[in-house]
């Protein structure tokens, strides 16, 4: 018997996201002062984006609707991506384990996507 998820918050893959979003937000604590407006902000914009547009389509009713939500979250994700090897990069964190978790769940949306396009 398939069992449904009744919130966004039962679903894994939106769970997996937001402990991306906490660690992003531990993770940016230590960049430079600097950095607030520019990398910062836009890492936790980026990270927050993806668990919100989760949320988002969870309540969508049409397929579509639902897909083009956790289409967007997958942008955002990338999005993600590229900061944390940008923040790598400038010598401000180590991130192989943030990307590590971009990898899973970006692989965990691209599961959920297809699930939705084949039911």
């Known amino acids: 018997m398939k069992t449904y998820a009744k919130s966004f918050k039962d679903l ?7 402990r991306f979003v906490l660690e992003i937000y531990k993770l ?3 960049f430079p002062k600097a950095e607030m407006f ?4 836009q890492l936790r914009r980026s990270a927050i984006s993806v668990p919100a547009n989760i949320s988002e389509g969870f309540k969508k009713k049409s397929k579509a609707d639902k897909v083009r939500y956790y289409n967007i979250a997958q942008g955002s994700l ?3 991506h590229y900061y944390l090897i940008l923040s790598s990069d400038l010598g ?3 991130t192989e384990n943030l990307l590590n978790i971009v990898d899973e769940v970006g692989k965990m ?6 699930a939705i396009i084949n039911s």
Not at 12 to 18: D, E, G, N
Not at 38 to 41: D, P, R, V
Request: charged share 25%; glycine share 8%.
């Open 78 to 80: 990338e999005e993600s």
């Open 109 to 114: 949306l691209g599961s959920y996507i297809k």
């Open 28 to 30: 940016t604590e230590n």
């Open 38 to 41: 520019g990398l910062t902000s």
């Open 92 to 94: 401000y964190a180590e």
């Open 12 to 18: 894994l893959v939106w769970q997996k996201a937001h």
